[in-house]
């Protein structure tokens, strides 16, 4: 395989995984969000989300990577290239049993990602892969609602009373420590730009920046950081807890047709 194709291969590989770990954190918080609209509002973006998720990975399917559910299901997470801050337990406990999850950290988590995600799908319409365009050109008018709705929370919770500020301050504290593998394309970021699969790196992050700086209060001035980088395979224990989780019922038989 060339390097043009690893490069291509590895790009889509972090847009579906990304997709896919946002959406199983999503489908945790169904019957647990803070009342009954919240509720059938994240379900929806969180089913839309795994949808995106599902179609990236049948590009790579029909890159010849193999089958869309052996690639959701099977890939150990050395193999994932998702960012870390997307991993990250909603909370103490789990879905089953006590679980104490932060509506804080869900709307952060959200915001941030949604925001990235719309510059990055918009930078792709534009994408010298035509596959990879024509996906964003799919995704991006219900994307549109996806932010929306977790930019409305966060001016919601800044406005709102001192805990809810203390905890939305300190979510985006957490955030910027660990996001900084969210904005990076690993090691093939020079190749996919060379060929014009993404555009400049350093503008989408700064475009990114700058609408957090608009709708964001107190945003950290310091440089964003991170603990270790998904896209080049380096997870947290989470991700191999949410992935065994995941794939329970697929594992049972997977050779059944879902």
């Known amino acids: ?11 889509l590989y972090q ?7 946002v959406s199983f954190r999503g489908s945790e918080w169904l019957g647990l969000a803070p009342h009954i609209e919240a509720d059938v509002a994240f379900s929806s973006i969180t089913q839309n989300t795994m949808g995106h998720a599902v ?10 990577e193999g089958d869309v559910d052996v690639l ?12 870390v801050y997307l991993e990250k337990r909603n909370g103490d406990g789990q879905y089953d049993e006590d679980p104490y999850f932060d509506w804080a950290l869900a709307v952060v988590r959200g915001y941030f ?10 930078s792709f319409t534009n994408s010298s892969y035509e596959p990879l365009a024509t996906c964003a050109k799919r995704i991006l008018p219900e994307q549109r609602y996806h932010l929306a709705y977790w930019e409305e929370w966060m001016k919601q919770l800044q406005q709102s009373s001192p805990t809810a500020k203390e905890k939305i301050r300190t979510r985006i504290e957490e955030a910027w420590s660990l996001s900084l593998d969210l904005v990076d394309f690993g090691q093939y970021e020079q190749t996919l730009l060379i ?12 475009q990114w920046l700058s609408e957090l700086q608009s709708k964001v209060k107190d945003l950290p001035t310091r440089p964003l950081e991170q603990v270790k980088n998904g ?7 989470d991700l191999d807890d949410a992935l065994t989780t995941l ?6 038989d997977p050779v059944a047709q879902w």
């Open 247 to 252: 794939s329970e019922v697929y594992r049972t």
């Open 15 to 21: 847009c579906a995984d990304d997709d896919l770990l």
């Open 113 to 122: 990602y949604e925001t990235y995600k719309r510059v990055k799908l918009i």
């Open 1 to 11: 395989m060339d390097k043009r194709n690893e490069a291509l291969i590895d790009l």
């Open 195 to 206: 060929e014009g699969y993404i555009n400049d790196p350093n503008e989408l992050k700064q």
């Open 55 to 64: 179609y990236f990975y049948h590009l790579l399917q029909d890159l010849g």
């Open 231 to 237: 896209r080049n395979g380096e997870h947290t224990k």
């Open 72 to 83: 959701a299901h099977e890939r150990p997470s050395v193999k994932r290239r998702n960012a």
